[in-house]
């Protein structure tokens, strides 16, 4: 029997870990073997990763771009220190990541871009209300990996628009180096990044996890755990 591929899963030090129970169930439900990783744990010294998931959570640290954070944020600088350097050591080894909502942000500022601290202001034709319901619409570029992930063999890329849900308020503003905007939302905000070169780097603002129920969202980590299978020795 083949064995699955190890596939780190970072989230808060917390005793009811949401996104990492989740996020465990697809990952298994695909074959793979996830690990669950949060500042202060020993598990990132006892594995060799085939994938990273960069998970969802606090606010980040407004410093970490050079600018001040809104006075409404929550923000876990422990966690902020502790996932900067598995994304720095992932991005070193050419191991693919997934970041999801607070994730593609933080790798977003990994690559030097910087968010917007607060867009609930800014939104006029979506909602601010936290859901982890399907309650957007994210449409997708027709030339991206997104896309392709996202698309069965006979559902054309260029008619792609997924419904989504949210549970954030910060936003990636300037994109990070090598990296790419390939989805937004009907306010325009950025709900997806991914690597411009051969890397596996793929962000989403929302919360896949959450929407295992959905083919499209379910494919999403299927690719993941894919491009993992290819580093398994």
């Given amino acids: 029997m083949a064995v699955g591929p190890i596939i780190g899963v970072t989230g808060p030090r917390t005793r009811y870990p949401t996104g990492w129970w989740a996020t465990r169930s697809v990952l298994r439900w ?6 669950h990783l949060y500042p202060g744990c ?3 010294l006892e594995h ?4 990273i998931v960069i998970g969802g959570g606090d606010d980040i640290d407004a410093g970490l771009y050079g600018e001040a954070n809104h006075e409404l944020s929550r923000c876990d600088p422990e966690r902020d220190a502790f996932e900067v350097d598995v994304i720095g050591e992932a991005l070193g080894e050419g191991v693919p990541i997934l970041g999801i909502c607070r994730g593609a942000q933080l ?6 871009g910087s968010l917007f601290g607060d867009i609930r202001g800014d939104r006029h ?3 601010n209300r936290r859901t982890p319901f399907p309650s957007k619409t994210a449409d997708i570029e027709r030339d991206s ?3 392709r992930v996202l698309c069965a063999q006979s559902e054309p890329p260029e008619t792609l628009s997924i419904r989504i849900n949210s549970l ?3 936003a990636v503003d300037r994109v990070g180096k090598g990296l790419r905007v390939v989805a937004r939302d009907r306010d325009d905000f950025t709900q997806a990044i991914e690597s411009v070169c051969g890397a596996w780097i793929l962000g989403v603002q929302w919360h ?3 929407l295992p129920y959905l083919p499209r969202q379910r494919r999403i980590f299927a690719e993941l755990v894919h491009a993992a299978r290819s580093r398994v020795r």
Avoid: C, K
């Fill in 208 to 210: 896949p996890e959450y």
């Fill in 42 to 44: 020993s598990a990132h």
């Fill in 145 to 147: 990996r997104l896309a």
């Fill in 30 to 35: 695909l074959g793979a073997r996830p690990v």
């Fill in 48 to 51: 060799r990763f085939d994938a």
């Fill in 168 to 170: 954030h308020h910060q």
């Fill in 107 to 112: 790798i977003n500022v990994v690559r030097g």
């Fill in 125 to 127: 034709l979506t909602s």
